[in-house]
T-cell receptor, first 115, second 117 residues
């Protein structure tokens, strides 16, 4: 099983450039999430989605956009890259069919540097 | 106020000994869940163990167990018989809300565990 797949694994952007971080899951999970992890810190939620066509902001959404057109894919868009967006980005997914003891499954992360 | 507090930035343990990683949480929601994740130096996030607020017994999963003290709002991770491969960052996380909620997780800042031979 592939689980949660993130591409690319590494990327260097110039200030002001745009890019899309890709995330796909093959577990038929309803819920998907984007987090960022700054050095020495825990993960902070950027955006999440409870199903195709439904997205909502997390704790740190500024500077990012998301869409969810299918159950499998949840891309994260950076429109105008800024140095403050240098971070490691994690995509995650989970199933919630009732009692929410299901863990979130994480991709391997995308390490993004803005120079 | 922080919802998840991990007060130990770093911990050291000898191989084969047990170690406890602390986690305290803050919530007014009666329904919540607590998760522990391991992040090795390679960077991936690995789910270890889960404890629900209504669970009557402390969760166990192999060498991992959770010392859940609801009144004190603490959910400490206990690793028994430490192995060199246990060296990693460990994150405590909380999900608030009712069944079938959004399952948003709030993470602590983590504890770096080093297992010495």
């Amino acid at each position: 099983n592939a689980g949660v797949t993130q591409t690319p694994k590494f990327r260097i952007l110039k200030i002001g450039q745009s890019m899309t971080l890709q995330c796909a899951q093959d577990m038929n999970h309803n819920y998907m999430y984007w987090y960022r992890q700054d050095p020495g810190m825990g993960l902070k939620l950027i955006y999440y989605s409870v199903g195709a066509g439904i997205t909502d902001k997390g704790e740190v959404p500024n500077g990012y956009n998301v869409s969810r057109s299918t159950t499998e894919d949840f891309p994260l868009r950076l429109e105008l890259a800024a140095p403050s967006q240098t971070s490691v980005y994690f995509c995650a997914s989970s199933y919630s069919g009732g009692y929410s003891n299901q863990p979130q499954h994480f991709g391997d992360g995308t390490r993004l540097s803005i120079l | 106020a922080q919802k998840i507090t991990q007060t130990q930035p770093g911990m050291f343990v000898q191989e084969k000994e047990a170690v406890t990683l602390d986690c305290t949480y803050d919530t007014s929601d009666p329904s919540y869940g607590l998760f522990w994740y391991k992040q090795p130096s390679s960077g991936e996030m690995i789910f270890l163990i889960y404890q629900g607020s209504y669970d009557q017994q402390n969760a166990t999963e192999g060498r991992y167990s959770l010392n859940f003290q609801k009144a004190r709002k603490s959910a400490n991770l206990v690793i028994s018989a430490s192995q060199l491969g246990d060296s990693a960052m460990y994150f405590c996380a909380m999900r608030e809300g009712r069944r079938g909620g959004s399952e948003k997780l709030v993470f602590g800042k983590g504890t770096k565990l080093t297992v010495n031979p």
